[in-house]
């Protein structure tokens, strides 16, 4: 069972540009989650998807910042007009359905490493 | 925001167990303690987590206060690979919102 899938996993764009980080969560996962982590800082979350729709997208700048998760396909992290402010690691994590008397873990890739120049 | 308190480093010999404190003093009733590790800016790895009792897995132990306002993750034999940063993180589980938030976490140093 292939861990979560985070491509690309380093990503370079001039200012302006836009990026898309892509993310396959765990076969049979239904939960993603986005978190962004800035250099020697802690990680941050972002947004939380289930297939189809955004539950909490809490963490996600106001402006410039997508996400989706759609019915056939990975989820798209989708960054608008780069700035060098947005240079970081963003990491992806998936897990199964919420709730219940067990608790679910969720497992993470090893990020994306976006540099803006 | 993270809902935890945690030493921001600490060290161990290698071989010996190492011990990670957390206090998660307003936990809820429905709230896990979950703990992650970051080796190296690698993505986070799942440790272990729990609710009220004490866990063990092949990785580590979670001892989980009574009153459950702390608890202490225990590596029992801390070999070099295992200097990480060490993340207490307390998630409640429900339908509309599960995500972990994470704090500053303990960096840990196995030492030779």
């Known amino acids: 069972n292939a861990g979560v899938m985070q491509n690309p996993r380093h990503l370079v764009r001039r200012r302006g540009q836009e990026a898309r980080l892509r993310c396959s969560p765990m076969k049979g996962h239904s939960h993603v989650y986005w978190y962004r982590q800035l250099p020697e800082e802690g990680l941050k979350f972002m947004v939380y998807l289930q297939k189809e729709n955004i539950i909490d997208e809490s963490g996600m700048p106001k402006e410039r910042f997508s996400a989706e998760f759609p019915k056939e396909g990975p989820s798209i992290l989708r960054i608008q007009q780069v700035v060098r402010g947005d240079s970081a690691a963003y990491f992806c994590?998936?897990?199964?359905?919420?709730?219940?008397?067990?608790?679910?873990?969720?497992?993470f890739g090893q990020g994306t490493r976006l540099t803006v120049v | 925001d993270a809902k935890t308190t945690q030493p921001p480093s600490m060290d161990c010999a290698e071989g010996r167990a190492a011990n990670l404190p957390c206090n998660h003093s307003?936990?809820?009733?429905?709230?896990?303690v979950y703990w992650y590790r970051q080796i190296h800016s690698q993505g986070p790895q799942y440790i272990i987590h729990?609710?009220?009792n004490n866990e063990t897995n092949e990785m580590a132990s979670l001892i989980i206060t009574e009153d459950r306002k702390s608890s202490t993750l225990i590596l029992p034999h801390a070999t070099l690979r295992d200097t990480a940063v060490y993340y207490c993180?307390?998630?409640?589980?429900?339908?509309?919102?599960?995500?972990?938030?994470f704090g500053t976490g303990t960096s840990l140093t196995v030492i030779p």
């Open positions: 307003t936990i809820s009733g429905n709230e896990y």
């Open positions: 729990g609710l009220k």
């Open positions: 993180i307390v998630r409640a589980l429900s339908n509309t919102g599960n995500q972990f938030y």
């Open positions: 994590a998936s897990s199964t359905a919420t709730g219940g008397a067990i608790g679910t873990e969720a497992f």
